[in-house]
């Protein structure tokens, strides 16, 4: 008989409010059905923390928790979520020797909303390409996104990656070169992993916003929402909320809402050029665009996304 499939969620948390987010999360997750494999859940404080045991407790119901505190004294951002990465990786690579499963970063903005999502990502990790082998990585897959100026050239202000809140296999940290480790850890891995084609997008894991979370959750091919650079607690409130009447309302409605969606964030891109909120802005609506070029196949997977890596 095989030995059932495992997974691991990683919580990395740097302070309560991160903490109170995952307990949220870990109250609705909570209600649902046990999933077909099993789940560690790594609670991995920061340095300058310990374990939260209100964290190990919330989660001590749902899977098997191990509490870890991330050594390399490394703070700031985004250099101490990095070091913090790299440590758990490391950690996990030394104590699951072996294992083929994922593990999953999971950031306090992002939430489970389906109650098979682990399955779903599960079936998705083992899928073999033609080579027989699995993904080192999968999440979601950003594009090229450039900035778009008057009488001038679009400037590009972020080159092609899977955003770092993904899955990752146990064993990264010894398959990564050490150029790999230099930089936002998202960013960096990413063309190593994709130079050998074991990069692969999901679809699953997306991106939403406050003002879409309603549609999002009605939309049970999304399993695993990231409400990148929102209004963090609010995202995870309405996240958890049950699926009532509106948001199944909404879904009849959730290509008109997604056109007027996208006039607006064009219309705010002319007059909110720089700073984080142009590049997520920019982001967003780089996104649609492949998304709509490159649609799901048959069998509802979407390309494993290959670009050429970028060349000094």
Same mark, same amino acid.
């Given at each position: 008989?095989?030995?059932?499939?495992?997974?691991?969620?990683?919580?990395?948390?740097f302070c309560e409010q991160?903490?109170?987010?995952?307990?949220?999360?870990?109250?609705?997750?909570?209600?649902?059905?046990?999933?077909?494999?099993?789940?560690?859940?790594?609670?991995?404080?920061?340095?300058?923390?310990?374990?939260?045991?209100?964290?190990?407790?919330?989660?001590?119901?749902?899977?098997?928790?191990?509490?870890?505190?991330?050594?390399? &004294?490394?703070?700031?951002? /985004?250099?101490?979520?990095?070091?913090?990465?790299?440590?758990?990786?490391?950690?996990?690579?030394? &104590?699951?020797?072996?294992?083929?499963?994922?593990?999953?970063?999971?950031?306090?903005?992002?939430?489970?909303?389906?109650?098979?999502?682990?399955?779903?990502?599960?079936?998705?990790?083992?899928?073999?390409?033609?080579?027989?082998?699995?993904?080192?990585?999968?999440?979601?897959?950003?594009?090229?996104?450039?900035?778009?100026?008057?009488?001038? &050239? /679009?400037?590009?202000?972020?080159?092609?990656?899977?955003?770092?809140?993904?899955?990752?296999?146990?064993?990264?940290?010894?398959?990564?070169?050490?150029?790999?480790?230099?930089?936002?850890?998202?960013?960096?891995?990413? &063309?190593?992993?994709?130079?050998?084609?074991?990069?692969?997008?999901?679809?699953?894991?997306?991106?939403?916003?406050v003002g879409r979370v309603?549609?999002?959750?009605?939309?049970?091919?999304?399993?695993?929402?990231?409400?990148?650079?929102?209004?963090?607690?609010?995202?995870?409130?309405?996240?958890?909320? /049950?699926?009532?009447?509106?948001?199944?309302?909404?879904?009849?409605?959730?290509?008109?809402?997604?056109?007027?969606?996208?006039?607006?964030?064009?219309?705010?891109?002319?007059?909110v050029r720089r700073g984080?909120?142009?590049?997520?802005?920019?982001?967003?609506?780089?996104?649609?665009?492949?998304?709509?070029?490159?649609?799901?196949?048959?069998?509802?997977?979407?390309?494993?996304?290959?670009?050429?890596?970028?060349?000094?």
């Open positions: 008989m095989n030995a059932p499939r495992k997974h691991i969620v990683i919580l990395p948390h991160e903490v109170e987010r995952y307990e949220l999360i870990a109250s609705r997750i909570a209600e649902w059905d046990t999933p077909n494999v099993e789940i560690d859940f790594l609670v991995a404080a920061s340095p300058k923390r310990e374990p939260s045991q209100r964290l190990m407790d919330a989660f001590e119901n749902i899977g098997n928790v191990v509490a870890f505190k991330c050594p390399t &004294q490394i703070f700031g951002y /985004p250099e101490g979520p990095t070091a913090m990465f790299w440590d758990c990786m490391e950690f996990i690579a030394k &104590q699951y020797p072996g294992a083929d499963g994922f593990a999953l970063w999971l950031e306090s903005d992002m939430c489970p909303t389906q109650e098979n999502w682990l399955d779903v990502l599960s079936e998705q990790w083992f899928i073999r390409d033609a080579q027989g082998r699995l993904p080192l990585m999968m999440g979601c897959f950003v594009p090229e996104v450039y900035k778009h100026r008057i009488f001038k &050239q /679009p400037k590009k202000i972020l080159d092609p990656h899977i955003n770092g809140g993904a899955c990752y296999a146990m064993d990264f940290a010894t398959r990564m070169p050490e150029e790999a480790r230099e930089g936002v850890f998202d960013m960096a891995v990413y &063309q190593f992993a994709a130079d050998l084609g074991l990069a692969r997008e999901t679809r699953s894991i997306c991106f939403s916003t309603g549609r999002d959750l009605a939309d049970s091919s999304k399993v695993l929402l990231h409400g990148f650079m929102q209004e963090k607690d609010e995202f995870i409130e309405k996240c958890v909320a /049950p699926v009532n009447g509106n948001n199944m309302e909404s879904r009849r409605w959730m290509e008109l809402k997604d056109r007027a969606d996208t006039a607006q964030r064009k219309m705010k891109v002319w007059f984080k909120k142009a590049m997520l802005e920019n982001m967003f609506l780089a996104k649609q665009r492949y998304e709509r070029e490159n649609p799901l196949d048959g069998s509802g997977e979407p390309a494993v996304a290959e670009p050429t890596r970028k060349v000094a």
